[in-house]
């Protein structure tokens, strides 16, 4: 029902009701006529959507937001085929943890920070100052001479890199209306899952064609064009929290939280990349961590409780349903998708004798079925309006998916490998977009940053916390296993050599053998990611059932 307004005009024809009753009927049906006309008028700017761009405007900008998560999304997996490289020339083997764990590190730490800053500023300028501050990192680590300088670098990017994605979600929403947006978000799911599966391949082609200092050059002329043409094309629109000063900005960062957020973070990461590798499970510096992220964690949450007004977790978002699912289901979809796209081409190198290039030119049946269905769900869920039964579906062909390739073999057939990647892109692809189209469509304006934010800071932080925990379990696994065959087989040379190395220094009569506990290492690594796809389901069936064509629109649109 529409509330009351205040001066009705129906109050003055009861007065002059009570002083003439001939005039009575003539007022009233006058005071009804005009009641009537204003509420016509007023009836369009009520339902009115938003005035957005024409096509022409919408494909240029949706093409640089994509350029930017594409050279985002590929900065994190590029690094892998050229860290051997990159290694030779700095005599720098001792620092190649730092070299993914930088980009890592601060991409985490800053995820919900930006969300915040995206409350209080305009989000084209945001974006723009992240878009730079990647860029910034990019050269760096491009130019670096030494070692020091391409860990700075990949830290600097880092940062830059956590407010990309909240940013592409918040560009679209005043380029694309709400029951559009699955489309779009299809295709963002497309270029994150693509460029994540990609990027191996095309640093393994930089560095052995070019140099790999190509592979964070490439980020300069994409990402230059994307900001000049965001710049000049997008018009600028006002903060979800105008009015503030900037002391109260500042003061509502919450950066008191972010004090205790950042070591907490850190201190995890560190203790799952460090345990079971660089140090064992048992070491004081492995417990130290855990024992500093739980403190961190509890100071985190006390500043939350204590400080509502400034906190940067809301309790109106971090209490709502969607939310809570949207992020759990992200934490899982991500866990499983990385894990497996990671050790992906570790199976082919090591199984099949594949080189880098190869392996990654092997995994493009994942590529093109997470493509396709992320741009078929986008279109369905932007057709029929609702985006729950897709994640649900999205669960059940994930954990089939990974429950199948958990079961290769080292003889597993060409066919059965292709079928089983198509299995798993297409479940990857079926959920991967609609999270945050969730926050979008249960969240109020002011909070769909913070909520977006949420939703990648889960992706983010599930991708590398599982990744590090497939490593241990593949190491482990490695170990014991070659512990158990021949004598003549020395589990530390074998696993120093790499996962296609090992073939040179094998005897010819163990090599099966040593193939056969690779294999067996790689499935238990594999398990990891099918546990973490059936979790999946935890979040996606507990999605409320909301519909982005809902007549009266979401309540962000108040």
């Not at 990647?134 to 391409?150: D, M, R």
């Not at 482990?476 to 040379?493: C, E, F, Q, R, S």
Request: aromatic share 10%; charged share 10%.
């Amino acid at each position: 029902m529409e509330e009351p307004r205040p001066n009705d005009p129906t109050d003055a024809n009861e007065k002059a009701a009570s002083a003439s009753p001939v005039v009575e009927k003539r007022d009233e049906d006058h005071g009804d006529e005009e009641l009537g006309d204003k509420e016509n008028a007023l009836a369009p700017q009520r339902s009115a959507e938003p005035e957005y761009p024409g096509p022409a405007s919408v494909a240029v900008i949706m093409a640089c937001i994509l350029s930017a998560i594409f050279l985002m999304s590929l900065d994190r997996t590029i690094i892998a085929t050229a860290i051997p490289r990159i290694t030779d020339e700095f005599n720098s083997l001792d620092d190649v943890g730092w070299y993914g764990s930088a980009f890592m590190l601060t991409t985490s730490c800053f995820q919900l920070l930006w969300g915040r800053i995206y409350t209080f500023y305009p989000v084209k300028y945001v974006f723009l100052v992240v878009l730079a501050i990647f860029e910034v990192g990019s050269a760096i680590s491009g130019a670096a001479p030494n070692s020091l300088s391409f860990i700075i670098g990949r830290a600097v990017a880092g940062v830059g890199s956590a407010g990309i994605i909240t940013g592409a979600m918040m560009l679209m929403m005043p380029t694309v209306p709400l029951a559009k947006r699955p489309l779009y978000n299809g295709f963002f799911s497309a270029v994150l899952g693509t460029s994540s599966v990609v990027g191996p391949l095309i640093g393994g082609a930089f560095t052995s064609n070019v140099t790999w200092r190509w592979c964070f050059f490439i980020n300069l002329p994409i990402g230059g064009v994307a900001m000049l043409t965001i710049l000049f094309a997008l018009k600028p629109a006002p903060p979800m929290t105008p009015g503030l000063t900037i002391r109260q900005q500042l003061g509502k960062l919450d950066l008191l939280g972010e004090l205790f957020l950042f070591p907490c973070l850190i201190c995890l990461l560190l203790a799952l990349q460090w345990g079971g590798s660089t140090y064992a499970w048992s070491s004081w510096r492995i417990i130290l961590l855990f024992v500093l992220f739980g403190v961190c964690l509890v100071a985190f949450i006390v500043t939350q409780i204590l400080r509502p007004e400034t906190a940067t977790i809301q309790s109106s978002v971090i209490t709502n349903r969607s939310v809570i699912s949207a992020m759990w289901f992200m934490f899982s979809l991500s866990s499983t998708m990385l894990l497996i796209t990671y050790y992906l081409p570790i199976w082919f190198q090591a199984t099949k004798g594949k080189s880098p290039v190869t392996s990654g030119i092997d995994t493009l049946p994942l590529v093109i079925s997470l493509t396709l269905a992320s741009t078929l769900s986008g279109q369905l869920v932007g057709r029929f309006g609702y985006y729950t039964p897709f994640t649900m579906l999205s669960s059940c062909v994930l954990a089939v998916g990974a429950g199948l390739i958990s079961t290769f073999k080292v003889d597993t057939s060409t066919g059965m490998w292709i079928g089983y990647q198509i299995i798993l892109g297409s479940g990857i692809g079926l959920g991967l977009q609609h999270a945050p189209i969730a926050i979008q469509t249960v969240l109020q304006r002011k909070d769909i940053p913070m909520g977006i934010a949420l939703v990648f800071f889960c992706q983010q932080l599930g991708g590398a916390i599982f990744v590090s925990v497939g490593q241990n379990v593949f190491n482990n696994k490695l170990i014991h296993g070659l512990a158990t065959i021949a004598n003549d087989v020395d589990p530390t040379t074998i696993i120093g050599a790499g996962a296609t190395g090992f073939r040179t220094i094998v005897p010819t009569a163990d090599l099966h053998k040593v193939l056969v506990v690779y294999n067996n290492a790689l499935s238990w690594t594999f398990i990891v990611g099918v546990i973490m796809a059936s979790l999946s389901a935890l979040g996606s069936f507990t999605l409320e059932w909301k519909s982005v064509k809902d007549d009266d629109g979401p309540p962000s649109e108040d």
